[in-house]
């Protein structure tokens, strides 16, 4: 039954909030190609796929029954399956887990449907729902790049960005990009082997490398919301002592997990909330990194499940916490020392917006220059990287210097 596995992934993303990637995760090894490319197909058209289940049922069905026949829908319109075998699948899984009575429904549906009867609506809102992008997010980005929202919400990533620490030069003749940076390549596909066990290398977001290029070399840095810990890792290099927190226990073993298996030893790692002010290291670090928790808006080619998650309603929340874990680790800052914004948005709210906030409430700090060889707008306060100029990458760094 080939929707079933698609069925009990999905349901724990749209009924229980997890995140697709670690619902996928979680699967048993071995075949799920299948399973992840209807998964993604679901989510990536979720708006449109909605306007199709309208178009065939005149009441809401049941939230089971609609999530089949999302996974029928998609498997037909975006994965090449084949509406008999779409339509005897979703009969079979609609009977399999108890709903019987709905079977004659789900049957007459998918044969009566017609892609011609799905009517997009015009403008923002049509975008918002051909993107996949939330309808706020659609209003800021025109409100910032005019008519490049359309490329901005529509680039993908172009493929598994992944950093060498040794070793790469044998898996270069893979179909693959290069970047600025000299060890990080993006490869159409790239299955894990060995060399990842070995610490060979890692997969890491080439935003996230070009944010760590600009972080300069330091004696003690502090990363304060540093799960899984990408970033602790590779500033490790460059920085004498790393000091990674992290809210979540859970994450906090991802951490860990992290740096065994790259050999990093200069990192300490402690479970710590990053806005509880801490009286034994004010002042204490020479530069304190804050890659906060942000609406993950610049990696949303491949996190197709964020739009459910992310409303106005938690960008309000979102930016409080934002706020709330730079104001208390500016203290930890020594004078002299740098203080960095980072974020996986590409909203300004999230961005320039909280910088602009905290340096009219802290004359002791002020912005400083930053420069990055991987394609970035200038913005008042630090760099942005956007999608479509930065390999399907949107994340942003602002640097802040305590000078007393
Ligand atoms: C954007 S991620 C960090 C990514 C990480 N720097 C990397 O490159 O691998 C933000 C992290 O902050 C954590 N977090 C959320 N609230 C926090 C808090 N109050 N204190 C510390 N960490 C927090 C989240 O659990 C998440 O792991």
Same mark, same amino acid.
């Given at each position: #039954?080939?929707?079933?596995?698609? &069925?009990?992934? $999905?349901t724990k ?9 670690i ?8 075949? +799920? ?14 708006g449109?796929?909605? /306007? ?6 005149? +009441?809401?069905p ?5 999530l ?34 709905a ?6 549906a ?47 990533s172009?493929g ?41 290398y890692?997969?890491?977001?080439v ?6 290029e600009?972080?300069?070399?330091c ?6 919301c ?28 991802l951490?860990?997990s992290?740096?065994?298996? #790259? ?6 790692? $402690? ?12 002042g204490?670090?020479?530069?304190? $990194? ?6 993950? $808006?610049?990696?949303?080619s ?10 106005e ?5 979102l ?12 203290? &930890? ?5 740098? /203080?960095?914004?980072?974020t996986?948005s590409?909203l300004k709210?999230e ?23 991987l ?13 479509d ?9 602002a ?6």
């Open positions: #039954m080939i929707f079933l596995e698609p &069925y009990e992934v $999905l993303v749209y009924k229980g909030g997890a995140h697709l990637k619902a996928l995760s979680s699967l048993p090894a071995g075949e +799920k190609g299948r399973t992840v490319k209807l998964c993604y197909a679901a989510l990536e058209h979720d449109y796929l909605n /306007l199709c289940l309208a178009s065939i049922a005149k +009441k809401k049941q939230e089971s029954i609609c089949i026949l999302k996974i029928a829908l998609a498997a037909m319109l975006f994965a090449d399956m084949v509406p008999p075998v779409v339509v005897n699948e979703a009969v079979a899984l609609t009977k399999h887990i108890g709903k019987g009575g079977a004659g429904f789900v049957n007459a998918l044969r009566a449907f017609k892609k011609e009867n799905v009517i997009l609506p015009e403008g923002e809102e049509g975008l918002a729902i051909e993107s996949n992008f939330p309808r706020f997010a659609i209003d800021a980005l025109r409100k910032e790049y005019g008519d490049r929202v359309k490329e901005i919400v529509f680039a993908r172009h598994v960005s992944v950093r060498f620490v040794r070793g790469m030069e044998s898996y270069l003749g893979r179909e693959h990009l290069d970047t600025p940076f000299e060890n990080v390549k993006i490869f159409k596909n790239f299955v894990r082997d060995e060399g990842f066990d070995r610490g060979d890692t997969f890491q977001s935003g996230s490398v070009a944010v760590c600009a972080i300069e070399p004696g003690s840095l502090l990363d304060a540093a799960a899984p810990g990408g970033k602790s890792v590779l500033l490790s290099d460059k920085c004498v002592r790393v000091t990674a927190c992290e809210l979540h226990p859970h994450r906090v073993a951490i860990e992290y740096i065994r298996r #790259m050999g990093a030893n200069n990192i300490d790692v $402690l479970e710590k909330d990053a806005t509880a002010f801490d009286p034994a290291w004010e204490k670090f020479d530069a304190v $990194l804050c890659d906060v928790p942000c609406s993950g $808006l610049g990696t949303a491949e996190n197709p499940d964020l739009p459910l998650r992310k409303n309603g938690t960008m309000s929340e930016e409080a916490l934002q706020r709330s874990i730079l104001t208390n680790c500016s203290r &930890y800052v020594k004078a002299g020392g740098s /203080l960095y914004y980072a996986c590409i709210e961005n320039d917006g909280i910088v602009q906030a905290f340096l009219g409430a802290h004359p002791a700090f002020s912005a400083e220059g930053i420069s990055s060889p394609t970035h707008e200038k913005t008042p306060f630090g760099l942005q990287f956007l999608p100029r930065a390999f399907g990458a949107g994340f942003y760094i640097k802040l210097r305590r000078n007393a």
